[in-house]
């Protein structure tokens, strides 16, 4: 873990590069999961910035990760949108996890949609439905609070009584009914992979409280709660986690399924960033 003031000098060099890049200041932060980058093409592109020229920035090594960052129009919004993230199976730090969701703070973003992909536990879900995420459960072991606190950008214990806004779920409803699109809603938990769990673990996880597993998307939310960010989380379930009946999965199952997917989450998507 690095200083408090070596990460701070890092957030400031990467916001001043980016700053002197784009043209608008974006008002919405986007970050897509896996198998999940075809929002992108619903954007009206103003900029395109590949992760390696970002000073500090890491980059995705993961399958189906682009690893840019584009800005432009959305729903008549300028919206950043991350095209690719990380992971703790990585091998990044928290800090490097959530180093994106500090840049938007600094950029001046104060709303972020963030979609992942997921396995159901719950008995009522099936592969392919979405999730409108209510809570989460962080078992990473971790935390990117961790450390010196960010006085800058929030206070050292920030209240997490909401951390997916009730304002932005209900309006995720209300376009999911006006095009019927089915939706759920329930309690993530993250993971730190990379392997998927045993029958045993999913029922521990089931009995935990949480409707569907992952390894990503706690970390941001947690640091964009800390920041005083307003978020709209949404799993898309891509595979059926049931310890009786437990099948083998691969990844490219997984991003097939969320590829399939995708249509009704871009258009959730659209539609929230339209209404805001």
């Known amino acids: 873990m690095i ?37 992108v093409k619903e954007i009206e592109i103003a900029q395109e910035i590949p992760y390696q020229q970002i000073p500090h920035f890491p980059v995705s090594t993961v399958e189906s990760h682009e690893g840019k960052l584009i800005f432009g129009t959305l729903g008549g919004k300028q919206v950043m949108a991350m095209q690719g993230r990380f992971h703790y199976y990585e091998g990044y730090s928290m800090q490097q996890i959530t180093f994106p969701v500090r840049i938007m703070k600094k950029l001046g973003i104060k709303t972020l ?12 879900f099936r592969k392919g439905d979405l999730m409108l995420i209510e809570d989460h459960i962080n078992l990473l072991g971790t935390n990117p609070l961790i450390g010196q606190n960010l006085d800058e950008f929030g206070p050292r214990f920030p209240d997490m009584s909401e951390p997916y806004s009730r304002r932005l779920i209900a309006l995720a409803e209300d376009v999911a009914l ?44 947690i640091v964009a709660n800390h920041q005083k960010m307003e978020v709209l989380g949404i799993s898309v379930i891509t595979d ?18 969320a590829g399939q997917t995708e249509p009704k989450l871009t258009l959730i998507m659209r539609e929230v960033v339209k209404r805001l």
């Open 113 to 124: 949609l963030i979609s992942n992909a997921s396995g159901g536990m719950n008995p009522l």
């Open 240 to 257: 059926e986690c049931f310890p009786e009946a437990l099948e083998p999965v691969d990844v490219e199952e997984i991003i097939r399924v």
């Open 3 to 39: 200083s408090r003031e070596a990460y701070l000098q890092q957030i400031s060099e990467a916001h001043d590069f980016i700053r002197g890049k784009i043209e608008n200041d974006p008002q919405i932060g986007i970050i897509l999961g896996t198998g999940l980058g075809g929002l």
């Open 178 to 221: 006006e095009n019927k699109i089915k939706v759920q809603k329930g309690v993530f938990i993250a993971v730190p992979g990379p392997s998927l769990e045993t029958r045993a673990e999913y029922r521990f996880l089931r009995a935990a409280g949480a409707d569907v597993v992952g390894m990503s998307t706690v970390p941001e939310v």
